[in-house]
Every structure is written in C-alpha cells, then in structure tokens.
C-alpha cells in the first residue's frame, strides 16, 4: 500500500481529555484537508450520550517523529478518531469511527483517505483489535486490494470489506426562498408553504430564530413529554446543557401567541453551514405537519443570515430529502478471524441490531468478504 505509509509514525492517545488538549491542532488540519469545521465541535461528539459510553483513541500519522508539545497540523499526514465499545464495562477490542456520514473521522487529503483508512485499520489490528470500522467521507479511489498488499510484518490474515454509500444531507440555500425551493419537488414545495400559511391562520403561531437565550429547561421537559418522539431524560438534559454551554450551538422554534412551544429545532453553525442535530414536536397536531412548518420558517431565517448550507444530521425522512446535494462515504471493516468475531456475527444473525451500524454491516448479505 506504498511505502511512505508503511513508514509513517503513529501516535496514539486515549481518552477525551488527551484528544481535546490538540484540538486546535486537529481544526488546522482538517482546513489544510479540506474538511474545514469537521473538528470545530469535537468535545460536543466526544460526550454524545452513545460516546460516552465508549473509549475514544485518536490514530496521528505522522510525517516524522511526533513531539506532542510542539505539535503542528502540517507535521501529520492525517487524524483518525476511533471509538472502542466496552462490554460490561471492559474494552471489547470492537473499535468503530461511529460517525455515519465518515466527515468527521478520517481527517486526510481527499486523495489520501483511502490509503491512511487502510493503514490506520491494519495497524489497529495489528495491535490487538478484534474489529475495525472506519468509514470517511469520499469514494474509494483505487482497488482496496492494492491498499491491503505487502502486510506489516507479522500480519496474520483478516477478513475484510469495502463498501460506497450515499449520505446525501445537504440542502444548497440560494439567495431567496424561492430559488432554493426550486430544487424540491412540486409537492415538497406546495407542502412548505401550505402548513405554513394554516399554522398561522388557524393557530397563530409565531417563529423565534434565537431560542437560545430565552428556553428554560421546564419549557423543554414540558413539550419532550408531549412530543411525538419523546426521547430519554439523559439525552433531553444533554440538549438542553449542550445549547447554553457551548458557542456556535443554536435553536429555534415555533410557538403559540400564548408562549406554548408546539416546535423546537437545534444543531450547530460554523463556516456557512448549519448543521442539524434534533427536532421535537408536540404531539395532536398531526394535521398542521409541525415538523415541515418549522422547516419551512428555518429556510427562510437561515438564507436571511446568509447560510450557505443545511445539513442534517442523520438524514430526515422529510421529503425534502430529494433535493439533497450527492455525496458518499465509504466504510471499511477488518475481522480477526476468531472465536469471538464468529459468535459476535452470529449474535447478530439471530437478533438483528436496529441501531447498530457496525453489527448491521458484518452481517449485511450484499457485503463480499475477502481475506488478506
């Protein structure tokens, strides 16, 4: 897999107080990379409620021997960020990038992602891992088999598997509401503008860009128990403490002209781009289509503050979801030919995992495994 990687250094740090020290070091790479903002929010993902419950590793590859005090983006080839599950509460050696759309994992030139993910996948297996997913954002650009050719010495084989995915999540905000909706289809576009305009007859709703300051967390408690989806005390708290504590996270919202939330979107800014994290809306009003109302306001406000891009997080079954721009993203997983690989697959065969990314791929039947 070319030997200038063969050769490269590795550095490895564990834990989430080790990887935030170089963070500045971590969004000046992901600029000279192409993946500008990709680190911006990296204590805000390190806490996520399912991170948490893992071990994060940061792989630096280095051009030469790395000294962690003196440190500059330009001294890596790349940065991979890993997360190592725990069964009962012990590391599994099960590593994952845990990042579906693969732009905040691998941070390396676009032409380069290809050969670091490889070389950082070996090398974790090399050093004891069971299972490594790393997934990065692009297209595989040249035959994995090359990447997998001329092992490290005393490389064993190991199972492994390619795959290219559509992640589109991006929508394109042009400069007026009607340019942008535009690329939506003509119902999509009759829909916004609908449920906006019976929202406001019927209900006399009202939208608020800056929720920020004025959400107390009652307000939010309160409309998670009347919501569609109701989610977990745990994740409602990192919402709430997630918004007042970190800058550049931001929410809006819908209300009723008695100050009764019936929506609430949040998600974060940077570069031009919002990105879009949650939605909660209040149940029983099925008929007014909360959840494109807002959507409908949040168009609006974000070509107003001359946002370039939404992007939402995990996707959105909203039909919206048409006029996303094309992007990919490739995963790779390297498996230990063992005992424990064998019942992990087979636990998922017999209980397929519904939220498990990792579990769904080495059991996926489309996926052809080879062996190296």
């Not at 992901?30 to 990709?38: E, I, N, P, R, V």
Request: proline share 3%.
């Amino acid at each position: 897999m070319g030997n200038d990687l063969d050769a490269a250094h590795f550095f490895v740090l564990r834990g989430r107080a080790a990887i935030l020290r170089i963070q500045p070091v971590l969004v000046r790479l992901s600029a000279l990379c192409k993946q500008t903002g990709a680190m911006d929010y990296l204590e805000y993902f390190l806490t996520g409620t399912d991170n948490l419950k893992k071990i994060p590793y940061l792989v630096l590859i280095g051009k030469r021997d790395l000294d962690l005090a003196a440190l500059r983006a330009e001294d890596l080839k790349g940065a991979v960020l890993v997360y190592e599950y725990k069964v009962l509460g012990m590391p599994s050696r099960v590593f994952t990038t845990s990042d579906f759309n693969g732009s905040r994992a691998v941070i390396a030139l676009p032409a380069e992602r290809t050969k670091i993910s490889a070389s950082v996948g070996r090398y974790l297996m090399t050093n004891g891992a069971q299972v490594v997913m790393l997934s990065y954002a692009g297209e595989g650009d040249e035959t994995w088999s090359e990447c997998f050719d001329g092992s490290i010495a005393g490389d064993k084989k190991r199972l492994w598997t390619t795959q290219t995915r559509e992640v589109g999540a991006t929508i394109v905000l042009e400069k007026t509401i009607d340019e942008t909706l535009s690329a939506m289809g003509k119902h999509t576009r009759r829909n916004l503008r609908y449920y906006r305009r019976k929202a406001e007859a019927e209900l006399g709703c009202i939208f608020e860009g800056d929720v920020k300051k004025m959400l107390d967390k009652a307000q939010l408690i309160e409309l998670n128990l009347a919501s569609t989806h109701p989610v977990s005390e745990a994740v409602l708290e990192r919402r709430y403490s997630t918004m007042k504590a970190l800058d550049g996270l931001f929410c809006v919202g819908v209300k009723t002209p008695d100050g009764q939330w019936i929506s609430l979107l949040g998600g974060r800014r940077h570069h031009g781009v919002s990105e879009i994290d949650w939605q909660m809306n209040r149940g029983g009003l099925e008929r007014y289509s909360v959840g494109t109302v807002i959507r409908a306001y949040l168009i609006e406000h974000e070509i107003e503050i001359a946002t370039d891009r939404l992007f939402f997080e995990g996707g959105t079954p909203h039909s919206m979801r048409h006029a996303f721009i094309s992007e990919k993203a490739v995963d790779i997983v390297v498996a230990k030919r063992s005992l424990f690989v064998s019942l992990l697959r087979r636990v998922a065969h017999w209980s397929p995992p519904r939220k498990n990314f990792l579990l769904q791929t080495l059991v996926d039947p489309a996926l052809r495994w080879e062996l190296h």
